[in-house]
């Protein structure tokens, strides 16, 4: 095991430009979560795939977002219309139980 | 309301004693709770998980659930400074939703 990639590690945006994230599971991962962290909170749940299929997403989730999985390997995260408060760490895991491994996360800055 | 809660802290305990961390959870229905440790900077790594009531022991850490109380804590035994950390509980209510807290700050003071 290669362990969970994500890329780009840090992006930095002006408000109202759109950015996309992309995770790289464990090979033979058949779950990958998006999760999003502030300072001093924990991760916070954004939506799951189990292969190809997106089985749950957060209310919390705005339109502005949306997450792909197209062959149930990597992933893209979108965020369109970027505003000060997406400012985050982007956080990717992926499991085959409920045990999950975490990437090292996206940090957005959005200005 | 918080669904899982836990003391910011920070915890502060000298070196070699047991640190002992605490968290409640709203959801009498959850299943599955899950310690994760995050150091400053760096992305959560699973600790320990533990799924029935009773301890659950693994090296210097030890899981403990107790679902009529709702409440998991974690014990770390002979605290070293490399583990001062950010310990993090997840619950997990049989969906596919992972809910976290928002961690303890534990300092280990040589």
């Known amino acids: 095991d290669t362990g969970v990639s994500q890329d780009p590690r840090h992006k930095i945006t002006k408000r109202g430009q759109n950015v996309t994230f992309r995770c790289d599971p464990i090979s033979e991962h058949n779950r990958l979560y998006w999760y999003r962290q502030t300072l001093g909170q924990g991760p916070e749940f954004l939506t799951y795939f189990q292969n190809e299929a997106q089985l749950e997403k957060s209310r919390l989730l705005s339109d502005r977002f949306s997450a792909e999985r197209p062959k149930g390997s990597f992933s893209t995260l979108e965020i369109q219309r970027t505003e000060q408060g997406d400012s985050a760490m982007y956080l990717c895991?992926?499991?085959?139980?409920?045990?999950?491994?975490f990437g090292p996360g996206t940090r957005l800055t959005v200005l | 309301q918080k669904e899982v809660e836990q003391n910011s802290g920070p915890l502060s305990v000298p070196e070699g004693a047991i640190a002992s961390l605490n968290c409640t959870y709203s959801?009498?229905?959850?299943?599955?709770f899950f310690w994760y440790r995050q150091y400053s900077g760096k992305s959560p790594e699973l600790i320990m998980s533990i799924y029935s009531n009773g301890d659950k022991e693994d090296g210097r850490f030890t899981a403990q659930l107790n679902k009529a109380s709702q409440y998991v804590s974690l014990l770390i035994r002979d605290s070293q400074p490399s583990d001062s950390a950010t310990y993090l509980c997840?619950?997990?209510?049989?969906?596919?939703?992972?809910?976290f807290g928002t961690g303890t700050r534990l300092k280990v003071l040589a």
């Open positions: 959801d009498r229905g959850s299943q599955s």
């Open positions: 997840a619950v997990n209510s049989g969906t596919y939703k992972y809910i």
């Open positions: 895991a992926s499991g085959r139980t409920d045990t999950q491994y």
